[in-house]
Nanobody
Framework: QVQLVESGGGSVQAGGSLRLSCAAS????????MGWFRQAPGKEREFVAT????????HYADSVKGRFIISRDNAKHTVYLQMNSLKPEDTAVYYC?????????????????WGQGTQVTVSS
């Protein structure tokens, strides 16, 4: 069983930056691919970014490509999402997700564990 806890959310002005963190329990973290998803009010939870377990392969949604960077520190059992050039459209609850397989994935159903989410609000 994996537990995920997100942190780092908050309110920023458009053009600003935030760095989200997701701390994972257990010593098997390094074997899991990780992902970030977000859900805005009234909308479906959508893919943001993913990173493989150890090879450093990443993939991003087109809407955040070039602005967001996903990374991980396996020694700290933590995955990060650096968000730059934030837009009001980025406002959402951001969720960390873990996948028991090592390869990246972009669909919600590919992930086995989810955090409770952290709110990101971008003001114009």
């Amino acid at each position: 069983q994996v537990q995920l806890v997100e942190s780092g959310g908050g309110s920023v002005q458009a053009g600003g930056s935030l760095r989200l963190s997701c701390a994972a329990s257990g010593r098997t973290f390094s074997n899991y691919a990780m992902g970030w998803f977000r859900q805005a009010p009234g909308k479906e939870r959508e893919f943001v970014a993913t990173i493989s377990s150890s090879t450093g392969i990443t993939h991003y949604a087109d809407s955040v490509k070039g602005r967001f960077i996903i990374s991980r520190d396996n020694a700290k059992h933590t995955v990060y999402l650096q968000m730059n050039s934030l837009k009001p459209e980025d406002t959402a609850v951001y969720y960390c997700a873990a996948r028991t397989l090592a390869t990246i994935a972009i669909v919600k159903g590919a992930y086995d564990y989810w955090g409770q989410g952290t709110q990101v609000t971008v003001s114009s």
